[in-house]
């Protein structure tokens, strides 16, 4: 049972144009969504998150959409940069959790020059 | 601020053998999490830890895995004996807290021949 989706393996984008990554979760119980970015050989890190009692959060280029409605949470990168391209995942936390994240599977992103 | 720390970064061995993986978070994270990330798929949470008590280890095979926290810092992971199935990146990962982001160590690579 797979409770959070990302439907798309990957994505190419330009240099400068805008990346945007989805999510898709099934569980309403989630209350908090991370962004995770992975480089080959490297462990993921942290990017940018949002409480699900918010809809928006930006950090610089960087600005996570949450459609609780929809149970569907976006990734937005604009511009995109060369340095963009890695494997970005989308992670969920249910609510009273100690902690336990829920990854989807990935998204691969190249940004082109 | 050091990451957290994993060894080995590779690790080949045959079906039923034993292995072990080390991991050392960040100094002051008191909650401790050990995935397993098959490829193609995102990391799945294998056993979770609040200082050297276990949280969460719901997901985790206990009749091959076994994992302990010893003081409540270092963290060691084994496999006994190994399956061809096993073959995965295990990583480590560690907060302040279960609320907060998680840290990860770039992984061991284990392969199972």
């Known amino acids: 049972d797979q409770q959070v989706k990302q439907n798309s393996p990957s994505l190419s984008v330009q240099e400068g144009r805008i990346s945007i990554l989805n999510c898709d979760y099934t569980n309403s119980m989630f209350d908090y969504f991370l962004w995770y970015k992975k480089y080959p050989a490297e462990g993921p890190t942290f990017l940018i998150s949002?409480?699900?009692?918010?809809d928006k959060n930006e950090d610089g280029r960087f600005t996570v959409f949450l459609n609780k409605s929809a149970k569907h949470l976006s990734l937005h990168i604009v511009p995109s940069q060369p340095g963009d391209s890695a494997v970005y995942f989308c992670?969920?936390?249910?609510?009273?959790?100690?902690?336990?994240?829920?990854f989807g599977q990935g998204t691969t992103l190249q940004v082109k020059p | 601020e050091a990451g957290v720390a994993q060894s080995p970064r590779y690790k080949i061995i045959e079906k039923r053998q034993s292995v072990a993986f080390w991991c050392n978070p960040i100094s002051g994270h008191a909650t401790l999490y050990w995935y397993q990330q098959i490829l193609g798929q995102g990391p799945k949470l294998l056993i979770q830890f609040q200082n050297n008590g276990v949280v969460d280890d719901s997901q985790l095979p206990k009749d091959r895995f076994s994992a302990e926290r010893l003081k409540g810092v270092d963290s060691t992971l084994k496999i006994q004996p190994a399956k061809l199935e096993d073959s995965a990146v295990y990583l480590c990962?560690?907060?302040?807290?279960?609320?907060?982001?998680?840290?990860f160590g770039d992984g061991t690579r284990l392969s199972i021949l």
């Open positions: 992670a969920a936390r249910a609510s009273g959790n100690t902690g336990k994240l829920i």
């Open positions: 949002i409480s699900s009692i918010k």
């Open positions: 990962a560690s907060s302040h807290v279960g609320n907060q982001p998680q840290h």
